[in-house]
């Protein structure tokens, strides 16, 4: 693995069902991020974690949790998919030791609720 | 709030000079960010500021000025290849990017 990878890369999902979108980096970085991205509207941070063992809420998380067990694993899970949930989802994660902190995106998923 | 302001499409012509304007509003700053994003694909780094000036970076350049709340990213010597969106993004006082609509740059012949 280089970088950071996120699966599915797409799926269509019936509305109600449960769905887990996987992210994983080898970069060793502390923090890790889930965005949506709709058309028209900026990436939206749904949650982060600022370091293993931890998350918080970004702008939009309700219908979404995330878990942080160990350094390189973020996965986001959908409990109950609704329509409005149809979106682009990136990963990111960032070092948080450097003095710029940027941040490395994933490929994406694009996740279809019917 | 936070707000973020960029044009949502600008179009200019290969191996000319273009500008994408992006004002601001956070709570907090802990510098700028922009990012390229290709249609389809995920964004990437392309300059960063804290301070005040401009940032040259090949054929790219980023000015930031804090006290009016306002960056832009300079692209010289278009290239088709520079067909992508644009997106402008604040650091604010979490250590959070807030993100901008992105500004579609199109590049005609």
């Known amino acids: 693995i280089a970088g950071i990878t996120q699966a599915p890369t797409s799926q269509i999902l019936a509305a109600g069902r449960r769905m887990t979108l996987r992210c994983t980096q080898d970069?060793?970085?502390?923090?890790m991020y889930w965005y949506r991205q709709d058309l028209g509207l900026g990436l939206r941070l749904i949650h982060y974690?600022?370091?293993?063992?931890?998350?918080g809420k970004g702008e939009v998380p309700d219908g979404y949790s995330v878990s942080r067990a160990n350094t390189d694993d973020f996965p986001l899970t959908l409990a109950s998919a609704v329509p409005s949930q149809t979106s682009v989802y990136f990963c990111?994660?960032?070092?948080?030791?450097?003095?710029?902190?940027?941040?490395?995106f994933g490929p994406g998923t694009r996740l279809t609720v019917l | 709030g936070q707000n973020i302001d960029q044009p949502t499409e600008m179009t200019a012509t290969e191996g000319a000079i273009v500008q994408i304007n992006c004002t601001y509003q956070?709570?907090?700053?802990?510098?700028l960010f922009w990012y390229q994003q290709h249609a389809g694909e995920a964004p990437t780094f392309l300059s960063y500021?804290?301070l005040d000036g401009l940032e040259e970076k090949g054929r790219f350049s980023s000015f930031l000025s804090r006290s009016k709340g306002y960056s832009y990213l300079l692209l010289k010597e278009l290239q088709m290849k520079d067909s992508a969106s644009y997106l402008c993004?604040?650091?604010?006082?979490?250590?959070?990017?807030?993100w901008g609509a992105g500004t579609k740059l199109i590049i005609k012949p």
């Open positions: 500021n804290v």
């Open positions: 956070t709570s907090g700053f802990n510098g």
């Open positions: 974690s600022n370091t293993a063992g931890t998350t």
């Open positions: 993004a604040p650091m604010d006082s979490n250590y959070q990017l807030i």
């Open positions: 990111a994660s960032s070092d948080r030791q450097g003095s710029v902190d940027e941040q490395f």
């Open positions: 970069m060793r970085h502390n923090a």
